[in-house]
């Protein structure tokens, strides 16, 4: 089994940065896809970057340009820089990675953008 925490979200202003963090441990090998990804009351959880094990990286529509996936595999972790905020970023963010076939989520962290 794989256990992810998240770490990093809070409040911040219009067009300011964010950086969340995930720490990964547990049953690690094999891990082919690591993402983060975004939900707002109401509305499903979207996807907001991902980044395969041979290091390809997917972004959603609304966040290619401000935000960059990135991983520590040495730190055992998936870090999502986030500039350029914008009040329709505010959502709680998910760490997700697929093992085998097999998803885990970490428990999200909240991230509001407002003046």
């Known amino acids: 089994q794989v256990q992810l925490v998240e770490s990093g979200g809070g409040l911040v202003q219009p067009g300011g940065s964010l950086r969340l963090s995930c720490a990964v441990s547990?049953?690690?090998?094999?891990?082919?896809?690591m993402g983060w990804y975004r939900q707002v009351p109401g509305k499903e959880r979207e996807l907001v970057a991902a980044?395969?094990?041979?290091?390809?990286?997917n972004y959603g529509d609304s966040v290619k340009g401000r935000f960059t996936i990135s991983r520590d595999i040495a730190k055992r972790t998936v870090n999502l820089q986030m500039n350029s905020l914008k009040p329709e970023d505010t959502a709680v963010y998910y760490c997700?990675?697929?093992?085998?076939?097999?998803?885990?989520w970490g428990q999200g962290t909240q991230v509001t953008v407002s003046s």
């Open positions: 997700k990675t697929t093992r085998m076939g097999i998803d885990a």
């Open positions: 547990g049953s690690i090998f094999s891990i082919n896809v």
């Open positions: 980044i395969t094990s041979g290091g390809f990286t």
